[in-house]
T-cell receptor
Framework: AQSVSQHNHHVILSEAASLELGCNYSYGGTVNLFWYVQYPGQHLQLLLKYFSGDPLVKGIKGFEAEFIKSKFSFNLRKPSVQWSDTAEYFCAVNAGYNQGGKLIFGQGTELSVKP | EAGVAQSPRYKIIEKRQSVAFWCNPISGHATLYWYQQILGQGPKLLIQ????????DSQLPKDRFSAERLKGVDSTLKIQPAKLEDSAVYLC???????????FGNGTRLTVT
């Protein structure tokens, strides 16, 4: 069965520190990859997505992610975090067109940024 | 554009009672999803509709959960009877076409006591 694994449950950083959140998935075929963010009290929002092409994708608010097919990974990065980045981050995989848009989510990583 | 609307925001019920959640997707979005998010876990798909037809309900506990999307717009998710382990946030999401990014509502937080 397809699955998504996020390495860290809770990450605590100081402002201006660099961020990397790990995400690995298990599926051998074509995948679409997503990172969603949930700010406190708000709904899940799309941060960035990868469908095809350049494996380094840029999203909103300075976030980027790199798809490494050989490692089944889609790690999220940001060079310098801000207090406002405090949120929960979810990696998600849509395992190919014939899955009809069904997203499989990781368990989430809670990011706390200290001012 | 207006987002995905869900109601109620919060619901507290006793076990064995029934409960219903409502979702109004973004106008024109043909695909609608219900996800269950248990505390500390990522969202898990319960059911997916394409217009008013069910595409995937493989993870819906059909002995107690039911969902419908009459007329291919609004949707309701019902639990009858509720169990303690149904305590979770129920998220509705919609997308314009299959495989396009999902837009999520704020969710309904259900507490079963």
């Amino acid at each position: 069965a397809q699955s998504v694994s996020q390495h860290n449950h809770h990450v605590i950083l100081s402002e201006a520190a660099s961020l990397e959140l790990g995400c690995n998935y298990s599926y051998g075929g074509t995948v679409n990859l997503f990172w969603y963010v949930q700010y406190p009290g708000q709904h899940l929002q799309l941060l960035l997505k990868y469908f095809s092409g350049d494996p380094l994708v840029k999203g909103i608010k300075g976030f980027e992610a790199e798809f490494i097919k050989s490692k089944f990974s889609f790690n999220l990065r940001k060079p310098s975090v801000q207090w406002s980045d405090t949120a929960e981050y979810f990696c998600a995989v849509n395992a190919g067109y014939n899955q009809g848009g069904k997203l499989i989510f990781g368990q989430g990583t809670e990011l706390s940024v200290k001012p | 554009e207006a987002g995905v609307a869900q109601s109620p925001r919060y619901k507290i019920i006793e076990k064995r009672q029934s409960v219903a959640f409502w979702c109004n997707p973004i106008s024109g979005h043909a695909t609608l999803y219900w996800y269950q998010q248990i505390l500390g876990q990522g969202p898990k798909l319960l059911i997916q509709f394409q217009n008013n037809g069910v595409v995937d309900d493989s993870q819906l506990p059909k002995d107690r959960f039911s969902a419908e999307r009459l007329k291919g717009v609004d949707s309701t998710l019902k639990i009858q009877p509720a169990k303690l382990e149904d305590s979770a946030v129920y998220l509705c999401a919609s997308s314009s076409v299959q495989n396009s990014p999902l837009h999520f509502g704020n969710g309904t937080r259900l507490t079963v006591t």
